[in-house]
């Protein structure tokens, strides 16, 4: 990134921080009026006086330039508290793995495993639309060419020097392309996951 062609993410951090300076300095907010009016901007400081010509030392070898941190989002917790209380309405998803299961016999946990897996793909599969990442097959050799999305593709295995690679598939991945949760009333308390049952 150079200070003539800012990177997009540089441009961010360069609009947000020059938004809250606007505010707060109405000095800087006129003189970057001016700018936008095409006349020049006011400077707090005289112009630097040029120096004379020097040859210039050896650049160092070139190193990245630090990203900036990125910009952390608050996810809320109501459509995660209302899937697990789907998971436990049509699969006792919670009664499960709460259950403590040492006294019990392989058999009798698979058979639990088995109910607990009908419903826990029952709910998936009426509210999410998932589909693989990757289409090919496991086992599958691929290339990835330079600027594949790091999101959707984990690399693993001896992983050295740059794009392209060339690896086979072990696992497709999953995406959700439709989420189709129930829609929800103010008053509904999304903490509650299972009410306690009261039989009379």
């Not at 020097?54 to 989002?73: D, E, G, I, M, W």
């Not at 917790?77 to 697990?84: R, S, V």
Request: charged fraction near 20%; glycine fraction near 8%; include cysteine.
């Amino acid at each position: 990134m150079t200070d003539s062609n800012p990177s997009f993410l540089g441009r961010i951090s360069l609009a947000v921080s020059t938004f809250f300076r606007i505010l707060g300095d109405g000095e800087f907010a006129a003189g970057v009026l001016r700018l936008r009016q095409g006349g020049a901007a006011a400077s707090a400081a005289p112009a630097p006086v040029k120096a004379p010509v020097t040859a210039p030392p050896p650049a160092p070898a070139a190193q990245p330039s630090p990203q900036p941190a990125p910009v952390l989002k608050e996810a809320s917790p109501d459509a995660a508290l209302q899937l697990l209380g789907l998971l436990q309405r049509d699969a006792r998803f919670i009664d499960f793995v709460e259950e403590d299961i040492k006294s019990y016999s392989d058999a009798d946990i698979g058979a639990a495993a088995r109910l607990v897996h009908d419903g826990c793909r029952a709910t998936l599969r009426e509210h999410f639309t998932i589909r693989p990442v990757r289409e090919e097959a496991e086992g599958s050799r691929v290339t990835l060419a330079e600027g594949f999305d790091a999101a959707s593709i984990r690399l693993t295995g001896n992983v050295v020097g740059r794009a392209p690679f060339n690896g086979s598939i072990s696992h497709r991945g999953w995406q959700v392309v439709e989420v189709r949760l129930p829609k929800l009333a103010d008053s509904h308390n999304a903490k509650v996951i299972a009410p306690a049952e009261v039989e009379l």
